[in-house]
């Protein structure tokens, strides 16, 4: 095996794409148009799939997915303009900020508010997860960035060295203790969160409006004015470059899922995507109206910008025959060792809540159909099948806690009624049985009365059911003679013991004197 030499270690990854890049952005076609409720200022794809897509329009959170562009769920717990809907890393809980300033925390399934942070003076404009996934980041027009923690829902930090509105951050995903904002006062700042204070300031030219720390946390992109600034951090902050190919305002960023590519939206209509290795414009594509928050899918399938004029854009990639081979390629075979192994290692963090998972049993035929309040077919169900003679009284006790014992039992023919009058002919003298049984025949009787022995079968049983009735009565009352002769004896026998020791003590008394 020849010998491969180590490469040095960079920032970002250069990936050479599988078609030219004008063809590859050309891609992303058939953009579905929707109109939200007010202008879109964010937009943000779920981390884990199938990748929905979070809009952040007027006084709500729309959940849609991105593969059939329908509205999924809509969260409408604001009282005033929603701001800065973001997931967590797992897809799980969803945060945002609104202009009554609070920031709330959402369970992405249900829709219900797990956590309201009260904190800040003025409307909330950014709020973020960070990696540890217990912490919250948020910015205000208060001027101060505070971060959150989700378990005791207090504050954990404070920065109030910003001068002006904070509109936008960034977490590092490599350090959970480092921080990035944008402000209008023209600065980055980065914040260490174990300091409690900012560690790098970078100055710009114009408010910042949005800021993306790329993978590693070796760069850091600002977006101020028309602009878009890369500063390397390892440098503490020296810029790297300026990309100014937009003519207004560039309002948002997002990079792609390799960290080579830098989607930016504008108020000029057009979102224009660069190359971080050269810094070189690759790409653009033109809207109808100012662009105010862009977002890319995890799997790069997905495009979605959002717009001042209340409408976003949804497109989507054909993913090739080349990429799906290089997918399955990475996938376990299915049916192999590792296929069924996938996921046995994830031991979870400290902090996850574990729930037992029990296997769901299934029900029996008769427990389903009592589940539908089908009585009379229940009790057809569990007669004929040679049931235990328990499971049949315990369906016949359950029918009587229901009071839907008359109504199993009604409306029935000879054939229906045969199972039923055998069952009570061979378990009504069962001990366990007899009370249920015996309301049970009682109830037989009142509902058909003559129309029993109509039919010479179920005459038949009704005779051996009398027979066995009387039987099990003189039985009863023979035991119950018996019993009466038993007592009588034990009291005799109680009486003669009683005069035997009195007669004892007398004679031990006479000896004594």
């Given at each position: 095996?020849?010998?491969?030499?180590?490469?040095?270690?960079?920032?970002?990854?250069?990936?050479?794409?599988?078609?030219?890049?004008?063809?590859?952005?050309?891609?992303?076609?058939?953009?579905?148009?929707?109109?939200?409720?007010?202008?879109?200022?964010?937009?943000?794809?779920?981390?884990?799939?199938?990748?929905?897509?979070?809009?952040?329009?007027?006084?709500?959170l729309q959940v849609y997915n991105s593969r059939t562009s329908q509205l999924k769920k809509s969260i409408t717990r604001f009282n005033g303009l929603a701001h800065s809907g973001s997931y967590r890393s797992d897809g799980k809980l969803v945060v945002a900020g609104d202009d009554n300033n609070?920031?709330?925390?959402?369970?992405?399934?249900?829709?219900?508010?797990?956590?309201?942070?009260?904190?800040?003076?003025?409307?909330?404009?950014?709020?973020?997860?960070?990696?540890?996934?217990?912490?919250?980041?948020?910015?205000?027009?208060?001027?101060?960035?505070?971060?959150?923690?989700?378990?005791?829902?207090?504050?954990?930090?404070?920065?109030?060295?910003?001068?002006?509105?904070?509109?936008?951050?960034s977490v590092f995903g490599g350090n959970a203790n480092l921080v990035a904002t944008g402000s209008y006062d023209h600065t980055v700042r980065i914040w260490d969160l174990r300091a409690n204070r900012s560690v790098t300031t970078i100055l710009t030219d114009d408010p910042v409006e949005d800021?993306?720390?790329?993978?590693?946390?070796?760069?850091?992109?600002?977006?101020?004015?028309?602009?878009?600034?890369?500063?390397?951090?390892?440098?503490?902050?020296?810029?790297?470059?300026?990309?100014?190919?937009?003519?207004?305002?560039?309002?948002?960023?997002?990079?792609?899922?390799?960290?080579?590519?830098?989607?930016?939206?504008?108020?000029?209509?057009?979102?224009?995507?660069?190359?971080?290795?050269?810094?070189?414009?690759?790409?653009?594509?033109?809207?109808?109206?100012?662009?105010?928050?862009?977002?890319?899918?995890?799997?790069?399938?997905?495009?979605?910008?959002?717009?001042?004029?209340?409408?976003?854009?949804?497109?989507?990639?054909?993913?090739?025959?080349?990429?799906?081979?290089?997918?399955?390629?990475?996938?376990?075979?299915?049916?192999?060792?590792?296929?069924?192994?996938?996921?046995?290692?994830?031991?979870?963090?400290?902090?996850?809540?574990?729930?037992?998972?029990?296997?769901?049993?299934?029900?029996?035929?008769?427990?389903?159909?009592?589940?539908?309040?089908?009585?009379?077919?229940?009790?057809?169900?569990?007669?004929?099948?040679?049931?235990?003679?328990?499971?049949?009284?315990?369906?016949?006790?359950?029918?009587?806690?229901?009071?839907?014992?008359?109504?199993?039992?009604?409306?029935?023919?000879?054939?229906?009624?045969?199972?039923?009058v055998r069952f009570l002919v061979k378990f009504i003298d069962h001990p366990r049985y007899t009370s249920v049984l015996i309301t049970v025949a009682e109830t037989l009787l009142d509902i058909y009365d003559d129309l029993l022995y109509q039919s010479t079968r179920l005459a038949e049983l009704?005779?051996?059911?009398?027979?066995?009735?009387?039987?099990?009565?003189?039985?009863?009352?023979?035991?119950?003679?018996?019993?009466?002769?038993?007592?009588?004896?034990?009291?005799?026998?109680?009486?003669?013991?009683?005069?035997?020791?009195?007669?004892?003590?007398?004679?031990?008394?006479?000896?004594?004197?």
């Amino acid at each position: 095996m020849d010998y491969k030499p180590i490469g040095a270690s960079k920032n970002v990854r250069n990936v050479r794409r599988s078609l030219p890049e004008a063809g590859y952005w050309k891609k992303f076609q058939s953009p579905v148009l929707v109109k939200e409720y007010g202008m879109v200022t964010s937009l943000e794809f779920s981390p884990v799939k199938p990748h929905d897509l979070l809009v952040t329009a007027s006084m709500r959170l729309q959940v849609y997915n991105s593969r059939t562009s329908q509205l999924k769920k809509s969260i409408t717990r604001f009282n005033g303009l929603a701001h800065s809907g973001s997931y967590r890393s797992d897809g799980k809980l969803v945060v945002a900020g609104d202009d009554n300033n609070m920031v709330q925390v959402f369970d992405g399934s249900s829709r219900a508010i797990l956590r309201t942070f009260k904190g800040h003076t003025d409307p909330v404009h950014l709020t973020k997860f960070l990696p540890n996934k217990v912490n919250v980041l948020s910015g205000s027009d208060d001027k101060t960035v505070q971060v959150w923690d989700i378990p005791s829902q207090a504050a954990v930090n404070v920065f109030s060295e910003h001068t002006d509105y904070v509109r936008s951050g960034s977490v590092f995903g490599g350090n959970a203790n480092l921080v990035a904002t944008g402000s209008y006062d023209h600065t980055v700042r980065i914040w260490d969160l174990r300091a409690n204070r900012s560690v790098t300031t970078i100055l710009t030219d114009d408010p910042v409006e949005d800021v993306l720390a790329f993978p590693g946390g070796g760069v850091i992109a600002a977006s101020a004015g028309p602009n878009v600034h890369l500063f390397d951090l390892l440098m503490g902050g020296r810029q790297l470059t300026t990309m100014g190919n937009h003519e207004k305002t560039v309002t948002s960023l997002c990079l792609d899922s390799t960290g080579s590519r830098l989607v930016a939206g504008s108020l000029d209509h057009h979102i224009k995507i660069y190359d971080v290795q050269s810094f070189k414009m690759m790409f653009s594509m033109s809207y109808p109206a100012p662009v105010l928050s862009v977002a890319l899918s995890a799997d790069d399938t997905r495009l979605a910008v959002g717009m001042a004029s209340g409408v976003f854009s949804l497109r989507r990639r054909a993913v090739t025959a080349k990429e799906q081979a290089v997918v399955a390629a990475r996938a376990p075979a299915a049916g192999s060792r590792a296929y069924f192994r996938r996921g046995a290692s994830y031991k979870g963090a400290d902090d996850d809540l574990r729930i037992e998972q029990r296997r769901k049993r299934s029900l029996a035929d008769y427990d389903e159909l009592l589940r539908k309040f089908e009585h009379s077919r229940a009790l057809d169900a569990v007669l004929s099948n040679n049931r235990a003679g328990l499971t049949i009284v315990s369906l016949l006790q359950e029918l009587i806690h229901r009071d839907g014992l008359v109504g199993a039992l009604a409306g029935r023919d000879e054939l229906s009624l045969d199972p039923i009058v055998r069952f009570l002919v061979k378990f009504i003298d069962h001990p366990r049985y007899t009370s249920v049984l015996i309301t049970v025949a009682e109830t037989l009787l009142d509902i058909y009365d003559d129309l029993l022995y109509q039919s010479t079968r179920l005459a038949e049983l009704l005779m051996r059911l009398r027979a066995k009735v009387r039987l099990e009565l003189r039985l009863q009352q023979d035991m119950t003679m018996l019993l009466g002769s038993m007592e009588m004896l034990m009291a005799a026998c109680k009486v003669s013991h009683a005069q035997a020791a009195g007669t004892a003590l007398a004679t031990d008394e006479v000896q004594g004197t």
